[in-house]
T-cell receptor, first 116, second 111 residues
Framework: GAVVSQHPSWVICKSGTSVKIECRSL??????MFWYRQFPKQSLMLMAT?????????EQGVEKDKFLINHASLTLSTLTVTSAHPEDSSFYIC????????????FGPGTRLTVL | QKEVEQNSGPLSVPEGAIASLNCTYS??????FFWYRQYSGKSPELIMS????GDKEDGRFTAQLNKASQYVSLLIRDSQPSDSATYLC???????????FGGGTRVLVKP
């Protein structure tokens, strides 16, 4: 399967600071990628869909000014959590559509964010 | 009604037995169906995709799709303790579209 990396794997920050999470596809190019959030004992919740070179499409209830997504290239997307608060503490996971002619999504290893 | 429904479990299975997981979906126009496995604290990893009615086998895993009944299942043969995880069913309405996940079924394989 396709390989996706995320950095950092975990981060602890103070309330009010901003955190940037990078997501890279290592062995394929992808025009579409997704950012998810997962709270403990819950399933994945889609936050936004982004296409390379255009603005991200956010799901209902997700603040676009708080969660900034930049799909800089076919292999890199970043999610910035601005002015983070404790309620933003969660497991953030990116995924890419493989670009192998199927619509299979491959997930990055995730970033655990803890806001103090 | 949730778009994708799964029994949350836990589904307790003796080692070596068959684990049977079920998933139903509400949108009859759904095109693609996926099973992911998620270990605690980790991200989902793809087990299998299925697009056509019938069975699809990959190693110890078999996915079954019945579009008329809006039902997709996953069988795990010869279950191992390492199969203990949460299994997520995901449905895609159209190619390139977003996945809708079920709540997941927790499987416990007991030695």
């Amino acid at each position: 399967g396709a390989v996706v990396s995320q950095h950092p794997s975990w981060v602890i920050c103070k309330s009010g600071t901003s955190v940037k999470i990078e997501c890279r596809s290592l062995d394929f190019q992808a025009t579409t990628m997704f950012w998810y959030r997962q709270f403990p004992k819950q399933s994945l919740m889609l936050m936004a869909t982004s296409n390379e070179g255009s603005k991200a499409t956010y799901e209902q209830g997700v603040e676009k000014d708080k969660f900034l997504i930049n799909h800089a290239s076919l292999t890199l997307s970043t999610l910035t959590v601005t002015s983070a608060h404790p309620e933003d503490s969660s497991f953030y996971i990116c995924s890419f559509i493989a670009g192998d002619g199927t619509d299979t999504q491959y997930f990055g290893p995730g970033t655990r964010l803890t806001v103090l | 009604q949730k778009e994708v429904e799964q029994n949350s479990g836990p589904l307790s299975v003796p080692e070596g037995a068959i684990a049977s997981l079920n998933c139903t979906y509400s949108d009859r126009g759904s095109q693609s169906f996926f099973w992911y496995r998620q270990y605690s604290g980790k991200s989902p990893e793809l087990i299998m995709s299925i697009y056509s009615n019938g069975d699809k086998e990959d190693g110890r895993f078999t996915a079954q799709l019945n579009k008329a009944s809006q039902y997709v299942s996953l069988l795990i043969r010869d279950s191992q303790p390492s199969d203990s995880a949460t299994y997520l069913c995901a449905v895609n309405k159209a190619a390139g579209n977003k996945l809708t996940f079920g709540g997941g079924t927790r499987v416990l394989v007991k030695p």
